[in-house]
């Protein structure tokens, strides 16, 4: 499922355990750009453990990362001392079992719902994250 700010509730959709959700921000459009890291939003731990809670374990997103933008979360940490709102929503994986994928593009090609989605990682030996060719497979 495809989904968006306010997207659940103006559509009429619903979230069923073991779906895989994919979070469409529009900033694939900066991709390769040398600010991507800076611009955009991004999932916070409460968002994702909500995602989780509902039994959504694999979920998108087409932004540079799955957490909120970089010099946000520097700042954030800096300012109050914990380290922990570094990486918040990574973080959320140490409490609750979950897989993300970051920087994925066209998600606007695609619609709420009604395909299935393939990911194709690379195996690295002792890594906790990968490369990976994520597909959209239409229904």
């Given at each position: 499922m495809l989904i968006g700010a306010g997207f659940l509730k103006e559509n009429n959709l619903q979230l069923r355990p073991g779906m895989i959700v994919l979070i469409k921000t529009g900033r694939d459009k900066y991709n390769g750009m040398k600010n991507f890291h800076k611009v955009g939003?991004?999932?916070?731990?409460?968002?994702?453990?909500?995602?989780?809670?509902?039994?959504?374990k694999v979920m998108g997103i087409d932004q540079w990362g799955w957490d909120l933008p970089l010099p946000y979360m520097a700042k954030k940490a800096k300012e109050s001392g914990n380290s922990e709102l570094f990486w918040e929503a990574h973080l959320v994986g140490k409490k609750k079992e979950y897989?993300?994928?970051?920087?994925?593009?066209?998600?606007?090609?695609?619609?709420?719902?009604?395909?299935?989605?393939?990911?194709?990682?690379?195996?690295?030996?002792?890594?906790?994250?990968?490369?990976?060719?994520?597909?959209?497979?239409?229904?």
């Open positions: 939003t991004g999932m916070s731990a409460e968002a994702t453990e909500w995602l989780i809670d509902q039994g959504i897989c993300h994928m970051e920087q994925l593009v066209n998600l606007d090609a695609l619609p709420y719902t009604g395909f299935k989605v393939a990911v194709f990682p690379l195996k690295i030996v002792g890594a906790s994250a990968a490369p990976a060719r994520v597909v959209a497979l239409m229904d």
